[in-house]
Structures are given as structure tokens and as C-alpha cells.
């Protein structure tokens, strides 16, 4: 089944194209779109929902087409802007009890929604004060309950972490990750941040300069099988450690990844961390014994998952603006897989 | 669907507030009930209703002194022996009171459409199956709506006093008929303008003063000019004049035709050639109005 589906979608603005020949075909389930800043995520969304012509192309939401369907595509889709949207004056209650009636839902209906939506999104006493006094995880959270309220099929979140601290930002993404798996909501989520989608979405899609630069689930990338980085002290012996504890364990028989591509990736010292393949807890122990036989001092040992950042770095040419909001991804893993 | 990796960090937080979401599967009343919904919120805004109780003071205490004086020259009508009809006509009474509806169009009007613009909330709206004709069409007749009540209710207790006092029905109901439909002109004339202007200027308290000006400053002026054409013995040019403010445009219309004694140096309105004039002005300007506020949310967030 197909949630949203464009055919080579491009809108030109005089001055800059802002989505070029965009062909997407998104399922049910939490969809990431991201691109650095004017990489067309928002002009995307406005296209999406019927509000916005677009230059060329096709696009489809729940199968209803964006250019003639426009009114019962906004029946059945909630939109949360990424700009702020709400009036400080009302209580979080009022307004989103307003934007029920405007979706359809009669006056009890609206009520008992918007008593509801406000729950499942964390606000609880402070719904009945007015707006303005609210922190800007308050905000995002009213702003996420309109876009829920009428109980859409889909919504379309503008980065929705936005402004948010760390926590706010995690708290948020566990919100969007329930939102399609305990509310049965599909969704599509922008980010600049490629990192932080990485463990709320099931799919990404990676845009830059209105283009398609990347569309993948995330289980393509985001391994299972865990990967042990190793990192050992040379010793007189043995002085490359590294290479000598990488013979031993090879002849022991475990799976080594992607140490070459670490040289390519040219991290600092990323010569000097082996990816060994964990299989079990049989693992840890042939690292130990191989690193004490070869009477080598261990640095560390950890383990790491895979990041949609090194993925990236797998392409020929990664656009530097997508790598560098990648950043925080690179520090933590610095493996590369088989893609 | 979910994968394993995808649910790691969502499952111990929706453990804990996992309370159950029931989907909605009742009806889903659409663009004409959500246009309602919009047009009875703007109306009830417009008096305070549903909003902070200081929001209420002013719309209330202008629409109790509209009252109060209409209660006033009732209890002279009925007061004063040998009385055969009100103190004023019905026509007169919104020209009389011409300040008072202009503080209510220029207080409120930027709250039915200001805020929306100023908070960025226009969009909400046009994401959902309501379109910018309904938004501007509830606004507008929620405005309109509004006006028709503040200069309305007046004439009705005119009315209701005049027959109290057992004065001429027929002359009386003749007077309130023209009466309403003049009153009915002007409140479709000022939301109309006092909204375009609201629109144009989203800033908080400047719309308040835009439409204070385009109301006075344009009647200070057609008034001053029309007195200076009097001195002057142009008594022709007053007629013509008339047609460069709201309140003018009003009275030109209703002195030709709906009885009413203008209230122009020398008392002198249109006549019926030049009263279609007017009136073909009065309805451009509202056609004019709504076109307007159409092209303003055409890009409204997008
Ligand atoms: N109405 C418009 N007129 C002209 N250019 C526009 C308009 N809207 C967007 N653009 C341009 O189109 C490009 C894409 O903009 P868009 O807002 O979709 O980017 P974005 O991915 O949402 O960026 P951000 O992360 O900053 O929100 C930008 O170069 C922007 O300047
Ligand atoms: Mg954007």
C-alpha cells in the first residue's frame, strides 16, 4: 500500500527550483524526509497537501491526487507547521477544540478529541491556561495535537523537534513513534538532522537541492547484528597491536568489517579500531583471550550500531550539506557496512 | 512495517503512557459546518463571548450605549405629551451615532482577522477541508452580522417604543423597514473595509488605528470640504463629494432612497440619478472589499 507516491514532482520558483523531478513511493509506518535547509522539505509538504501547484510531475496522498483531490486529501491528513501558529491568548483546550470544528467534528466530538489528544500528548492541568505562557515543548505538543485531533490518516510534521532541548527532542520523537504505532497514524517527519530519525522512523528519504538523494528503510542500514569496536596498546612485541590482534582473531576465526573503509572515511586513529562482528557472547571472550595472549593492553571495547550517517559516506559523492548535518552521527559510529 | 531498531527507543516511553487511543469514527461534517463554526466563533468574538472577560468590556459598553440612547428617545417619545412620532428618524440614528460603530468596526475587526495573520495560525485553517472563500465569506458575514446587531438592536427598540407610545404603525413600520435596510448597507459597507484594512495591517494595535483613520480622517475631510463648498456657493459639489466616505456613502443612499434627510450642509443629498451613483459605489467598495481579502490569504503560508 501506498501512502504517498510523486512522479518526477519539481516546483520552480522564479529564482530557485525547489524540487526537481522528485519521484517517491512512501508506505504506511514513520517515513523520515530530510535535507538541510531549502533542500525543499516544506515545499514538498505544501504540495502534498494540495495547497500548492506544483511546476511538473504528479503526486498522490492515500491515493487521491494532490492536484484534483486537494480538499478530501485535507480531510483525512493533519499538518503541523515548523513556524510557530498559535494565537498566546487561548487555552491549549479552546484552540484545539476550534481546529476539531474546523476539520468536521461537531461540538461534543471536538470536545471529547481534543480532551483525549491533549492527554496522549503530555499536556495535562496546563491545558487550560493560555498558550503564551508555554515552554516551546508545550507549543510543539498543541501544535502536534491539532494536527491529530480529527484522528487523520496520515499527518505531516514540519520538524516538529524544532527549538527543542535534547530531551524535548527525544520525548518528542517517542510521541511520533507512537503516534504510528499506538494510534495507527502514518507519518511523515522533516528533519535536517538525519541522526535523530534514524531510531523513530522505518524509512528515510534523504533530499538535497529538491532532488532524491537517498530513499531507504532504516533496517537496510541500521544493522541488528551488533559490531564491537576494538582498540588495543602496541606493545614490543607486537609493534602495529592493531594488525597483529587483527591476524589472531582472523585466525580465530572471527568476522572482521570494514577496516579498510575506516583509512577511506580518514577519522583520526580510525586505523586503530578493529570492527569485529559480534555473533554472541562467544565473541567477547575470543577478543579477551586473543588480546592477553598477545599481551597487548585493551583500550576499549564497545559495542556500536550502524548509523544512517555511514551510509551516506558510501555514496560517491556525498553533498557536503548533508554530511555535515550528519555530524553527530559520524562520532558515534565510524564502521561501514556492506552497502 | 516497525522494525526492531525503530521501536527500541519509543517502547519504554509508550509503556508508560500507553492509555489507550481511540480512533475516531463518527461523522465528519465538512466545509459548510466548518464555515458555520467559524462565522458563529467570529460573531460571538466580536462581542467578547467565548473570549477573556476584558475583551468584553468594550463591544459590550459600545453596544449598551447605542441602546441607552435609543432607550433615551423612546422614554422622550412617550414622555412628552402631544408626541406623534420619535425624535429622530430611523434613518438618522446611525449617522447620529456614526462614532460609535466606527470604535466597534476599528476594535474588532482586527480581532476577527489580525490575530490569525499575526500568529501565523491562517494555515491551520487552510490545511483542513475549509477553503479561503469560506474563510473570508465566514469573516466577513460574521462582521457584517456583528454591525447589523450593534446599529440593529437600536432601531428595534425604536420601533418597539413607537408602538408603545401608539404612534402610526404604518408610518412607523415604513420608517423602521428603511431604517434596517440602511443600517443593513452600512454594516455590509464597514466590515467590509474595516476587514481589508484589519488584514492589510496584522501588526498588533495599528489595525485599530488604520481603521479609526480610513473612517474618520475620509469623513473629516469630505465634511470640511463639503462645508467650505457651502460657503462657497457650490452647493453642486457637496452632492459629489459625499461619495469619498464611508458614513457619506450611507447617507447619499439612504436620502434618495430610503426617506431619509441628509445630513450634508444644507441638507441637501443626492437626488435619484445621483443616488444610484452612490449606491453603485457603496456595492463596489463591498465587492472591492471581499476581492481584496481574497488576493490577501491567496499566499498566506505557502
Ligand atoms: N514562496 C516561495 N517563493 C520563492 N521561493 C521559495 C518559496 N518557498 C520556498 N522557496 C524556496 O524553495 C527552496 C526550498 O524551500 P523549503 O522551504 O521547501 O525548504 P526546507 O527544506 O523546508 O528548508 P528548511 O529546513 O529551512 O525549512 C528554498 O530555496 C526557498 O528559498
Ligand atoms: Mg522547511
Avoid at chain 1, 593492553?297 to 550500531?305: C, N, P, T, V
Wanted: net charge neutral.
Amino acid at each position: 500500500m501506498t501512502v504517498i507516491a510523486t512522479e518526477s514532482l519539481s516546483k520552480r520558483f522564479p529564482r530557485v527550483t525547489a524540487l526537481d523531478r522528485l519521484s517517491l513511493d512512501i508506505g504506511p509506518g514513520v517515513t523520515g524526509l530530510v535535507g538541510s535547509n531549502g533542500a525543499g522539505k516544506s515545499t514538498l509538504i505544501k504540495i502534498l497537501l494540495g495547497l500548492s501547484p506544483a511546476t511538473e510531475g504528479r503526486a498522490a496522498v492515500l491515493g487521491l491526487d494532490v492536484a484534483t483531490e486537494g480538499a478530501a486529501i485535507r480531510e483525512r491528513v493533519g499538518y503541523m507547521p515548523e513556524h510557530d501558529c498559535l494565537p498566546p491568548d487561548v487555552s491549549a483546550t479552546e484552540f484545539v477544540v476550534h481546529m476539531a470544528r474546523m476539520s468536521g467534528l461537531p461540538p461534543t466530538a471536538a470536545r471529547e478529541r481534543t480532551a483525549d489528544t491533549l492527554r496522549h500528548v503530555g499536556l495535562y492541568e496546563e491545558r487550560y491556561r493560555p498558550i503564551g505562557g508555554y515552554s516551546t515543548g508545550m507549543k510543539q505538543r498543541v501544535k502536534l495535537a491539532q494536527a491529530l485531533v480529527h484522528d487523520p490518516k496520515l499527518v505531516l510534521l514540519d520538524e516538529p523537534t524544532n527549538g527543542l532541548d535534547p530531551v524535548g527532542r527525544d520525548e518528542m520523537l517517542g510521541l511520533i513513534r507512537r503516534v504510528h504505532t499506538d494510534f495507527g497514524i502514518s507519518v511523515l517527519v522533516t528533519s535536517h538532522l538525519l541522526g535523530e530519525l534514524e531510531r523513530t522512523c522505518d524509512h528515510v528519504v534523504v533530499i538535497d537541492g529538491g532532488a532524491l538523494l537517498r530513499s531507504s528503510s532504516t533496517s537496510d542500514f541500521t544493522q541488528i547484528t551488533t559490531t564491537l569496536a576494538v582498540e588495543v596498546t602496541d606493545s614490543d612485541t607486537h609493534p602495529d597491536g592493531t594488525d597483529a590482534l587483527r591476524r589472531a582473531l582472523t585466525g580465530a576465526g572471527v568476522k572482521l568489517v570494514g577496516h579498510d573503509g575506516l583509512d577511506a572515511a580518514g577519522l583520526p586513529g580510525a586505523g586503530h579500531i578493529l570492527l569485529v562482528e559480534a555473533t554472541g557472547e562467544e565473541t567477547y571472550d575470543v577478543v579477551r583471550d586473543s588480546v592477553a595472549g598477545l599481551g597487548l593492553g585493551l583500550i576499549r571495547m564497545e559495542q556500536r550500531r550502524h548509523h544512517i550517517a555511514e551510509v551516506f559516506r558510501t555514496e560517491e559523492a556525498p553533498r557536503a550539506a548533508v554530511a555535515a548535518t550528519a555530524g553527530a552521527g559520524q562520532q558515534k559510529g565510524s564502521g561501514r557496512d556492506e552497502h | 512495517m516497525s522494525t526492531e531498531t525503530g521501536t527500541v527507543a519509543g517502547n519504554d516511553t509508550s509503556r508508560i503512557h500507553n492509555i489507550g487511543y481511540r480512533s475516531y469514527d463518527g461523522v465528519r461534517l465538512g466545509r459548510a459546518y466548518a464555515r458555520r463554526s467559524l462565522y458563529s466563533q467570529t460573531l460571538r468574538g466580536s462581542f467578547g463571548l467565548g473570549r477573556s472577560a476584558k475583551s468584553k468590556v468594550l463591544p459590550m459598553l459600545l453596544c449598551g450605549v447605542m441602546c441607552l440612547v435609543s432607550l433615551i428617545l423612546v422614554a422622550v417619545a412617550i414622555a412628552t405629551p402631544g408626541m406623534t412620532k420619535l425624535p429622530i428618524k430611523y434613518t438618522d440614528f446611525a449617522i447620529y451615532l456614526q462614532a460609535v460603530i466606527g470604535l466597534f468596526i476599528a476594535s474588532q475587526a482586527p480581532q476577527a482577522v489580525s490575530r490569525d495573520l499575526r500568529f501565523k495560525s491562517v494555515p491551520l485553517y487552510f490545511s483542513r477541508p475549509i477553503e479561503r472563500v469560506d474563510y473570508v465569506l465566514a469573516k466577513f458575514a460574521a462582521m457584517t452580522s456583528a454591525l447589523l446587531i450593534l446599529t440593529g438592536l437600536p432601531l428595534v427598540i425604536l420601533f418597539v417604543g413607537a408602538l408603545l407610545a401608539k404612534f402610526d404603525f404604518a408610518d412607523q413600520a415604513k420608517g423602521f423597514g428603511q431604517g434596517m435596510v440602511s443600517v443593513a448597507l452600512l454594516s455590509v459597507l464597514f466590515a467590509g473595509l474595516g476587514l481589508v484594512v484589519a488584514a492589510l495591517t496584522p501588526r498588533r494595535g495599528f489595525g485599530v488605528a488604520a481603521v479609526i483613520a480610513v473612517l474618520t480622517i475620509t469623513y473629516g475631510a469630505v465634511s470640511t470640504v463639503q462645508a467650505i463648498a457651502w460657503q462657497t456657493d457650490s452647493a453642486g459639489a457637496i452632492t459629489w463629494l459625499g461619495l469619498f466616505s464611508p458614513i457619506t456613502l450611507i447617507d447619499g443612499v439612504q436620502t434618495a432612497f430610503l426617506g431619509a434627510t441628509s445630513a450634508f450642509p444644507g441638507g441637501d443629498g443626492p437626488g435619484a440619478a445621483a443616488g444610484v451613483v452612490y449606491l453603485l459605489v457603496v456595492l463596489a467598495l463591498v465587492a472591492g472589499s471581499y476581492a481584496v481579502l481574497m488576493r490577501r490569504y491567496r499566499r498566506v503560508g505557502l
